[in-house]
């Protein structure tokens, strides 16, 4: 009964690969989210969908695409990994845009 | 540019030793602040939501206060269960878009 899930928990990839990062929320919630979690533990929003459309879209290189077939699915697509894209990516579910968030488990990106 | 600060970046305190973690903002368009738990290896975990100055929250040994330029996390008698690293965010909205920013967290080791 996990309310938002991840999948995979751990990824490792060599530089240049193209891999993509689930999510699923059981919560019924509009809105959810990516987060880039670095080594420093800083916690930074990358994009936010509502009702399958997109609403936040901060300044991330447009090797990172969202999709999010349905309102319960946001899907994170990356093309040309490189190092700097190794963190832990965190996706986030909310009733509305203005609520609290939920989190899921993280997936632990390692690009070698 | 907004921005939110979180300080001590780690505390330790012995079990019963009560302690206060702030969190500064500045950001225009204030629509709530959060406070989070994270544990080692998880997503945050939802602790309290204030909107406005002169809101407090509370549960069990925490108590979350709110100004017009930061927060306080109050952490009263506390146990080796409460050692996580806190973390605190601001919705801030502005022209009719919102963004989430996050400070980098407060380490916090409880030692019994």
């Known amino acids: 009964d996990t309310a938002v899930s991840q999948t995979p928990k751990y990824l490792v990839t060599q530089m240049g690969n193209d891999k993509s990062i689930k999510c699923e929320q059981n919560?019924?919630?509009?809105?959810m989210y990516w987060y880039k979690q670095d080594s420093k533990k800083f916690l930074k929003i990358m994009f936010s969908?509502?009702?399958?459309?997109?609403?936040i879209n901060e300044t991330v290189p447009n090797r990172f695409s969202p999709k999010s077939p349905d309102k319960a699915h946001l899907n994170l697509h990356i093309n040309s990994l490189e190092l700097g894209d190794s963190a832990v990516y965190f996706c986030?579910?909310?009733?509305?845009?203005?609520?609290?968030?939920?989190f899921g488990p993280g997936t632990r990106l390692l690009v070698l | 540019e907004d921005q939110v600060t979180q300080s001590p970046e780690a505390l330790r305190l012995q079990e019963g030793e009560s302690s206060s973690l702030n969190c500064s903002y500045t950001?225009?368009?204030?629509?709530?602040l959060f406070w989070y738990r994270q544990d080692p290896g998880k997503g945050p975990e939802f602790l309290f939501t204030?909107?406005?100055a002169g809101e407090e929250k509370e549960k069990e040994r925490l108590k979350a206060t709110l100004t017009k330029k930061e927060s306080f996390l109050h952490i009263t008698a506390p146990k080796p269960e409460d050692s996580a690293t806190y973390l605190c965010?601001?919705?801030?909205?502005?022209?009719?878009?919102?963004?989430?920013?996050f400070g980098t967290g407060t380490r916090l080791k409880v030692l019994a």
């Open positions: 986030a579910s909310s009733p509305g845009g203005q609520e609290t968030q939920y």
């Open positions: 919560l019924g919630h509009d809105t």
């Open positions: 969908y509502n009702n399958k459309e997109l609403i």
């Open positions: 950001v225009s368009g204030l629509r709530g």
């Open positions: 204030l909107y406005s």
């Open positions: 965010a601001v919705r801030a909205s502005t022209s009719g878009t919102y963004k989430y920013i």
